[in-house]
């Protein structure tokens, strides 16, 4: 699967807006924003809620703890980070890890739907109640939605834990939390 040229243009264009982008209170506090990283002639693109420390260092998405666990479950279905897009619904990292605030997600929102457009993914994996309900336009507990999968847009919406939730509760839910990446993994073979 090839991107077009103008879509990988315009990919890189959104990455330096990202960048140099100052419509919230969140440019004043980053280090780094995090516009997203992979490939962009993907299927499948991972969304999560915001950078955190580590990611705000490193200017890249998913680097930290929760990062490892991430890329582990991936390639425990044969999945590398490589081969997906991976980016987060706000760009720059909240202070002290704080959940981002509506306003903020506003704003950064035009830069994911059209991030999402021009990747154009069959599948979208959602982790965390933020990314979630960006995307899917609902306001509910994550217990309610975890390990769905939803059709919009023609596109699988699959919702899962964040994965700094499952560090922090990790006995509890590292079964469940394996199962959803084996549902993904069906998803993947069965439509793709």
Do not use: W
């Not at 990919?11 to 924003?33: D, Y």
């Not at 997600?105 to 959602?126: A, D, G, M, S």
């Amino acid at each position: 699967m090839n991107i077009k040229k103008e879509n990988f243009l315009e990919l890189k264009k959104i990455e330096k807006q990202i960048k140099e982008c100052s419509k919230c209170r969140l440019h004043q506090f980053r280090k780094n924003a995090v516009p997203g990283n992979g490939v962009y002639n993907t299927k499948i693109m991972l969304v999560g809620e915001a950078p955190g420390r580590n990611e705000d260092i490193e200017g890249l998405p998913f680097v930290g703890q929760a990062g490892k666990l991430l890329e582990q479950m991936l390639n425990n279905i044969g999945i590398s980070r490589n081969d997906i897009f991976i980016t987060n619904v706000v760009k720059c990292r909240p202070p002290e890890n704080r959940d981002p605030l509506d306003d903020e997600i506003q704003t950064c929102k035009p830069y994911l739907f059209r991030q999402i457009e021009l990747v154009n993914p069959k599948l979208i994996i959602l982790v965390g109640k933020y990314s979630i309900s960006t995307i899917l336009n609902i306001n509910i507990k994550i217990s309610h939605i975890k390990g769905r999968t939803f059709v919009k847009d023609g596109r699988y919406i699959f919702c899962t834990y964040h994965p700094a939730f499952i560090l922090r509760n990790y006995s509890s839910y590292i079964e469940e939390y394996t199962y959803h990446f084996e549902k993904i993994k069906k998803i993947i073979n069965e439509f793709f």
